[in-house]
């Protein structure tokens, strides 16, 4: 099993331009989720998943898209970046819920706009 | 919103040294994760502690959920350089709408050990 794989594991844009990132497991699990990591701010709940097509917002969901059409991937669309997006995303699987059931993190994206 | 407190923010010890990290809530924790982050890495899970007074260990490290939930220690013995990295508690929140499906973190601790 290669795990929770991540794409790009980094990216520079401009302020306006979207992009996506992408996030993918093998592992069959049910829940998945996005976090970004700032300095000093531990990790920050974007959005999450708890099966394909079914999602849900985190604490930061603002200026960012989700969509879960299969089990297997969960991207993360940024529609036009701002300087207050740089951070470090990570994503996350988990079988069923966070409550009873193991998370298990990318090596993550370090994202940088200008 | 309920928020995790770690302590320290920042350690340095001297390897063989047996040292101590905290995580406080406010509220009543449904779960609560330790993970170990290398420094521009990912995380790696430690252990999950789900019910009061639980304690788990894995090698020289040492978990503790206290009765009320409400606080997780986190202790090393005998350090090592190996040790050395960024520790994350997360725990699942109550009184969050949805919550069961939401982890919040604490904002790590630093952790530096010197031969």
């Known amino acids: 099993n290669a795990g929770v794989t991540q794409t790009p594991k980094f990216q520079v844009l401009k302020t306006g331009q979207s992009m996506t990132l992408q996030c993918a497991q093998d592992?069959?699990?049910?829940?998945m989720s996005w976090y970004r990591q700032d300095p000093g701010m531990g990790l920050r709940l974007i959005h999450y998943s708890v099966g394909a097509g079914i999602t849900d917002q985190g604490e930061v969901p603002n200026g960012y898209n989700v969509s879960r059409s299969t089990t297997e991937d969960f991207p993360l669309r940024l529609l036009s970046a701002a300087p207050s997006q740089t951070s470090v995303y990570f994503c996350?699987?988990?079988?069923?819920?966070?409550?009873?059931?193991?998370?298990?993190f990318g090596p993550g994206t370090r994202l940088t706009v200008l | 919103s309920q928020e995790l407190e770690q302590s320290p923010q920042s350690l340095i010890v001297q390897e063989g040294k047996n040292l101590t990290i905290n995580c406080t809530s406010s509220?009543?924790?449904?779960?609560l994760y330790w993970y170990k982050q290398k420094y521009g890495e990912g995380l790696i899970f430690l252990m999950m502690l789900q019910k009061g007074g639980e304690e788990k260990s894995h090698e020289k490290i040492t978990a503790k959920l206290d009765e009320k939930k409400q606080q997780s220690s986190l202790h090393i013995t005998a350090s090592q350089p190996s040790h050395a990295g960024i520790y994350l508690c997360?725990?699942?929140?109550?009184?969050?709408?949805?919550?069961?499906?939401?982890?919040?973190f604490g904002a790590g601790t630093r952790l530096a050990v010197h031969p």
């Open positions: 509220k009543t924790l449904y779960g």
């Open positions: 996350a699987s988990s079988e069923t819920s966070v409550l009873t059931d193991t998370q298990y």
């Open positions: 997360g725990a699942v929140p109550s009184g969050v709408s949805g919550g069961y499906n939401k982890l919040i």
């Open positions: 592992m069959n699990h049910e829940y």
